[in-house]
């Protein structure tokens, strides 16, 4: 037996089965009750947006919806914050470049 616990052992969490999302097209399992950030962890992805001016990778910061670090693009929509928004089945999750509204200009 592992001597490694996980945040469900911790919790003695008993989640439902797991759905599928999408991260950049590549599938990836979210168990209910997960917010964004919590699956693409889960899936080992720490990094979803680049900054505007130098294109540094971010991801989870403050985890409480306060530092904006998170910001990835939900099913097209743009600027949602990974840390705050719950996970549904069949989400589309895609890497945020800059603003998430380059495409626009
Ligand atoms: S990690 Fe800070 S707002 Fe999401």
């Given at each position: ?10 919790v ?25 950030a919590?699956?693409l ?13 130098t ?5 989870v ?21 990974a ?16 603003t ?6």
């Open positions: 037996m592992s001597d490694r616990r996980t945040p469900l052992d911790l003695r969490a008993e989640p439902g089965p797991a759905y599928t999302a999408t991260f950049d097209g590549r599938e990836i399992q979210v168990l209910p009750g997960q917010t964004v919590a699956a962890w889960s899936a080992g992805v720490t990094s979803w947006r680049t900054t505007r001016r294109g540094e990778p971010r991801g910061f403050c985890g409480i919806g306060v530092c904006f670090d998170c910001l990835v693009t939900v099913n097209g929509r743009p600027n949602q914050r840390c705050l928004v719950p996970a549904e089945p069949g989400d589309a999750i895609t890497t945020q470049e800059g998430g509204h380059d495409e626009l200009r």
